[in-house]
Nanobody, 115 residues
Framework: QVQLVESGGGLVQPGGSLRLSCAAS????????MSWYRQAPGRERELAAV???????RYVDSVKGRFTISRDNAKNMLYLQMSSLKPEDTAVYYC?????????WGQGTQVTVSS
């Protein structure tokens, strides 16, 4: 079955960096658009970044220039490199895919940006 497992979250000071990973299995990863979403306390889940099959990327304005989404199709891995982190980046970060008409989410990884 489709599985998405995120890792790499944690507590970081403002201005710091983190790299999130998402291990994918059970579907054709290299043929799937992958995305990172995030959900801050009391707010709706929002799209942070998307990467297409050919590596084309898109970002929400609030993370442009600070976050980089990437994928390793040989390892079935999705990444989110986050730098210049701000307190407003604090959220649970989820990876997501749409496969054969169904949406799949990982369990999420907590990122807390605080001094």
């Amino acid at each position: 079955q489709v599985q998405l497992v995120e890792s790499g979250g944690g507590l970081v000071q403002p201005g710091g960096s983190l790299r999130l990973s998402c291990a994918a299995s059970g579907f054709a990863f290299s043929s799937s658009v992958m995305s990172w979403y995030r959900q801050a306390p009391g707010r709706e889940r929002e799209l942070a970044a998307v990467i297409g099959l050919g590596g084309t990327t898109r970002y929400v304005d609030s993370v442009k220039g600070r976050f980089t989404i990437s994928r390793d199709n040989a390892k079935n891995m999705l990444y989110l490199q986050m730098s210049s982190l701000k307190p407003e980046d604090t959220a649970v970060y989820y990876c997501k895919t749409l496969y054969r008409g169904n949406i799949y989410w990982g369990q999420g990884t907590q990122v807390t940006v605080s001094s």
